[in-house]
């Protein structure tokens, strides 16, 4: 008999991906602009460290919430004592009216249908949890975020079909590329239960058009299934065209009385859009009375620390403070975001336009040596040990074709922004000269060495936690 | 179809259950002093609320605790960063500490082996997770905490398998039981993959010695299953012996250590369950590195454990606050459980804990649950407190409750003794009705067959004079 369970000993966990590998390098060798310059930058965090010094000052200007006190008076013991499963009704509050705002308040959200739940990662567990059983399956639209895998799969026995998207449209959710992922689903015995869609996506950057929102409505309603949008890049949303939420093209269709809208569910959290990872704030906002029940109760298993909810619910409830974080990290996520494609450019390198994340879509299929996931591989490795940057190569987002890859800018300064970028530069550049010279030597016949070694020990690397979306 | 899943519709939550209907009943009317005197006093929550103005203080001393401050915001941006699973170095460094001393450092714990989780709910679940695959079993000693069945079986597919202990023997747990329930279980084809103790116990409020200990490792070492050791209630110890924990023991007995896992939280030792600060420690490379990941699902917050490892670290207040805890708890203990054998109510000999076990088998009608079930909704519709009964807890015995006495001020504290004091007095003639009858809630005129009331009298003696000859005083209390 087998000591341990079979989740204990197969590779669901996901962490054997090369996503995570890029990350254990960094660790050994991280880069510091002053102790270590030489060193690996970290382009594979999409983390928003760009506007930190606005809740530091509000912080500073609120000390009430800051101190565990309310009026003066300490509510420590009442936190403390604080486990209810509803959550603190001030945090949802508060939590529904930002989301609104980040909507333009085209949409409003009822502070009882939502599910608070310790980060995104357990908001969409526990919706699959809610809403499939062992050995059914969700279609999501590739590339997208590798902690899926994990998260989705791993202790539900759900399974994910891919729909794939290519660049020939953007990568774009197509009626037949949906249609196609549904009856390779059937081909496999599995049954159905809903699409899972991201938006704005991870790893893309881009916006889902109403178009597109349309058809994916247009499929669950004929296929009878469910619709989870993950939105947690909702308020990072910083050109046009704007942000549309799936709540706001089912309420222009005036779909709110029919059971496609209890079919729509939503996750959210604000790791991302206010820079908070480490705070474990995550929601799920679904119009199905019987999904919110059962979601209340199974976030038993990871609530959200009252402390933090008490923290956030002042800090979120600053309707002052909420509208001018929003304008000014928008301002700065799009001035880093365009210096990041202007480096690009200037090595040559193209990328797919994006107007939210914290992250570009990177074009490098012109430097594989050849078309094929190995060339990806090789690619990335040379990035990773030469170039030293960490960035995540399309493959393990589930990209269907090689030669792309996300580089995060928004958890670097401009200054180490503009390092990478030159480090791009000249590995670009040496590229073309062993390419040309490469041709040369082939040319005499003589045979062309690599340049670089290969460090691979997959064998001694430590756990890491890469909640890094 | 779109159906929502068999988990999600079905019981599995276990909500249905009695322990939350006192709940529900407390919630819809809660006592306070002035708002409602009349209201149903919470004596269903395991809660320690003892030692927060003796907190409350050092935090006031110790602004840099809280990464909001100014003493600590310089602190604000790394730690709002920090989704690291492996949690923040001194914080597992400090609950690791912690943990020792609660077991007077007779024991250390290694800081990586300290795996996160959303409170000691999270890590049943995780741990249920690693160590079992559905359809598989773990055995579970009754009475136990109601929460387990959702815990470890809700999601996980795992069920449990009781190991049924009983008063004649204070409920300890005997190889006997043990065997018998294994064995029981290979017959029915059920897979026992482990034992889970809660040791000290929910709800008994005692702590198993060493020599029990001993055996049941030797138990598990024998049948090569997991010991999951629930250790949430370690510092409520308050009165001798000490506690031992299998972390003490396992170094004394032989045993394969990828056997034995730990579950903690600082809900109950320091009365934080808002804080959610559950904690898996594995002895198991292979259990702790997969928890690990596991505890993506329920990470503690970055700004708790900033707030812990201040306050952990911190010899002289973890030192200090252990033994005042002790000592309030204590006293509470013994004056809760003195001014109840006064009036005549017993409860099982406890050290330990955040609650009694009190036995009220001699005020049912007769010896089933139903007039267990009828006999809890009259304390709740007419006493008016909540208290949890022992079916919840799967007691096989009926007639036991378990009383909650460290979640109230000691103001709310005398009002619930002197409620049960006038139920007991007035009830002096007349006991527990007949079932149709208690559905009234108007004033009730309860009769009692004769047989009973003469049992009553037995017990019911007026508040001061308790005869020292009576089996009741010396055996329980």
Redesign the interface.
């Given at each position: 008999?087998g000591?341990?369970?079979?989740?204990?000993t197969c590779n669901s966990?996901g962490?054997d991906s090369s996503y995570f590998l890029g990350w254990q390098e960094y660790e050994k060798n991280p880069y510091h602009e002053v102790n270590n310059p030489q060193g690996i930058i970290q382009m594979g965090l999409a983390?928003n460290?760009l506007s930190?010094d606005l809740?530091?000052s509000w912080?500073?200007k609120n000390?009430d919430?800051?101190?565990?006190k309310r009026d003066g008076q300490?509510i420590?013991?009442e936190?403390?004592?604080?486990?209810d499963y509803h959550g603190l009704p001030a945090f949802k509050k508060a939590l529904v009216d930002f989301m609104a705002e980040i909507r333009g308040n085209k949409v409003t959200f009822d502070p009882n249908h939502i599910v608070l739940t310790?980060?995104a990662?357990?908001a969409n567990?526990t919706l699959m949890?809610?809403?499939?059983?062992?050995g059914d399956a969700f279609l999501l639209p590739t590339p997208y975020y590798p902690g899926f895998d994990?998260?989705l799969k791993?202790?539900t026995g759900v399974e994910i079909v891919p729909i794939q998207c290519t660049s020939s449209n953007r990568f774009q959710i197509t009626a037949p590329a949906l249609e196609e992922a549904y009856q390779q689903a059937q081909r496999k015995n599995l049954?159905v239960?809903?699409v899972l869609v991201t938006n704005p996506s991870n790893p893309l950057g881009t916006t889902m058009r109403r178009d597109e929102l349309d058809l994916l409505i247009n499929f669950i309603t004929d296929k009878?299934?469910?619709l989870i949008s993950d939105e947690i890049y909702s308020g990072t949303v910083f050109s046009s065209p704007g942000f549309v939420s799936i709540m706001e093209v089912l309420k222009d269709r005036s779909l709110e009385q029919t059971?496609v809208w209890e079919?729509v569910h939503i996750v959210y959290s604000l790791?991302k859009d206010l820079?908070?990872?480490?705070?474990?704030v995550g929601a799920i906002y679904s119009n199905?009375p019987?999904?919110v029940a059962?979601?209340t109760?199974?976030s038993?298993?990871?609530?959200?620390?009252?402390?933090?909810q008490y923290?956030l619910s002042a800090m979120l409830s600053d309707k002052k403070f909420t509208k001018e974080y929003m304008a000014k990290n928008h301002k700065r996520l799009q001035k880093q975001q365009s210096k990041l494609v202007s480096g690009l450019e200037k090595a040559g390198i193209g990328c797919l336009e994006s107007n939210a994340g914290l992250f570009c879509w990177v074009d490098m299929r012109h430097l594989l040596s050849s078309n094929t996931f190995e060339a990806e591989m090789e690619l990335w490795k040379r990035i990773v040990y030469d170039v030293k940057l960490n960035i995540s190569p399309g493959s393990s987002c589930h990209c269907s074709e090689p030669g792309w890859f996300r580089v995060c800018f928004a958890n670097i300064s401009e200054d180490t922004l503009k390092v990478a970028m030159q480090r791009l530069k000249s590995f670009v550049d040496s590229v073309a000269i062993n390419n040309q010279s490469h041709q040369e030597l082939k040319n005499s016949r003589k045979k062309f060495r690599t340049k670089w070694v290969f460090r691979l020990s997959f064998q001694s690397f430590h756990?890491?936690?890469q909640?890094e979306r | 179809?779109?159906a929502?899943?068999?988990?999600?519709?079905g019981n599995g939550?276990g909500?249905n259950s009695a322990y939350f209907d006192g709940w529900k009943a407390y919630e819809t009317n809660p006592f306070h002093p002035t708002d409602r005197p009349d209201g149903v006093i919470q004596m269903g929550l395991a809660?320690n609320?003892l030692c927060?103005d003796f907190?409350?203080k050092w935090?006031?001393e110790h602004?840099e605790a809280?990464i909001?401050?100014?003493e600590g915001?310089s602190k604000?941006?790394e730690?709002?960063?920090?989704?690291?699973?492996?949690g923040i170095p001194e914080f597992r460094q400090a609950v690791a500490k912690f943990m020792g001393k609660v077991r007077g450092d007779r024991v250390k714990f290694d800081p990586d082996r300290i795996v996160m989780s959303?409170?000691a709910?999270?890590a049943h679940?995780m741990v249920a997770?690693?160590?079992?695959?559905?359809g598989e079993a773990f055995l579970v000693p009754t009475p136990y905490y109601p929460g387990f069945d959702?815990?470890l079986r809700?999601?996980t597919g795992v069920e449990l398998v009781p190991v049924v202990c009983d008063s004649a023997n204070d409920f300890k747990i005997t190889i006997d039981s043990l065997q018998s329930a294994y064995h029981k279980a290979q017959e029915a084809n059920i897979?026992i993959k482990g034992l889970l103790i809660t040791n000290p116990s929910n709800p008994l409020g005692t702590f198993m010695d060493k020599d029990t200990l001993k055996n049941i490792i030797n138990f598990v070492n024998e049948k090569?299953i997991?010991l999951i050791g629930d250790e949430i209630y370690a510092a409520t110890v308050f009165m001798e012996p000490e506690f031992v924990s299998i972390s003490e023991v396992i170094e004394e007995v032989e045993c394969n250590r990828?056997?034995i896992h730990i579950v903690y939280s600082l809900?109950k030792d320091m009365?934080?369950?808002?804080?959610?600060v559950g904690i898996v420690y594995s002895y198991?490379d292979?259990?702790t590195?997969?928890a690990?990941?596991?505890?993506?699902?329920?990470?503690?917050?970055?700004?708790?454990q900033h707030?812990i490892a201040t306050m952990l670290s911190n010899d002289e207040f973890i030192d200090n606050f252990v033994a005042e805890s002790r000592e309030r708890l204590f006293k509470r203990h013994k004056y809760f459980t003195w001014t109840l054998s006064q009036i005549g109510i017993c409860s099982l000999k406890s050290n330990a804990g955040l609650f009694i076990w009190m036995d009220l088998r001699k005020l049912l009608k007769e010896k089933t649950f139903e007039a267990e079930m009828d006999l809890w909704r009259l304390i709740i519709d007419e006493v008016k407190l909540n208290v949890s009964p022992g079916s919840s807890f799967h007691c096989h015995e009926p007639g036991w409750f378990r009383v909650c006495f460290a979640n109230m001020d000691d103001y709310t504290m005398e009002i619930a003794l002197s409620r049960i004091r006038n139920f007991m007095v007035k009830n002096n003639e007349t006991m527990v009705p007949p079932r149709n009858k208690l559905l009234r809630r108007t004033s009730l005129k309860l009769s009692l067959s004769r047989s009973l009331s003469r049992k009553m009298d037995d017990f019911i003696m007026s508040p001061s004079i308790m005869s020292p000859q009576s089996p009741l005083v010396q055996a329980r209390t």
């Open positions: 008999m000591l341990l369970s079979r989740k204990v966990h962490q983390e460290q930190f809740p530091e912080l500073a000390a919430a800051a101190g565990f300490s420590f013991k936190l403390a004592l604080f486990q310790a980060g990662t357990s567990e949890f809610c809403l499939a059983e062992q994990r998260d791993w202790r049954r239960k809903g009878e299934i469910h059971p079919r790791s820079g908070l990872p480490g705070f474990r199905d019987i999904v059962a979601a109760k199974m038993s298993f990871g609530l959200v620390s009252s402390q933090t923290l756990d890491r936690e909640d | 179809m779109a929502i899943s068999k988990i999600a519709t939550h909500e809660e609320q927060f907190i409350e935090l006031m602004p809280s909001c401050t100014a915001v604000f941006k730690t709002a960063l920090f989704q690291d699973y492996h959303g409170g709910t999270g679940e997770f690693c160590l079992a695959d559905p959702r815990d809700w999601r897979k090569n997991h990828d056997l809900s009365g934080f369950p808002g804080f959610r198991n292979t259990v590195s997969c690990r990941k596991m505890s993506s699902f329920g990470l503690v917050s970055s700004q708790t707030l």
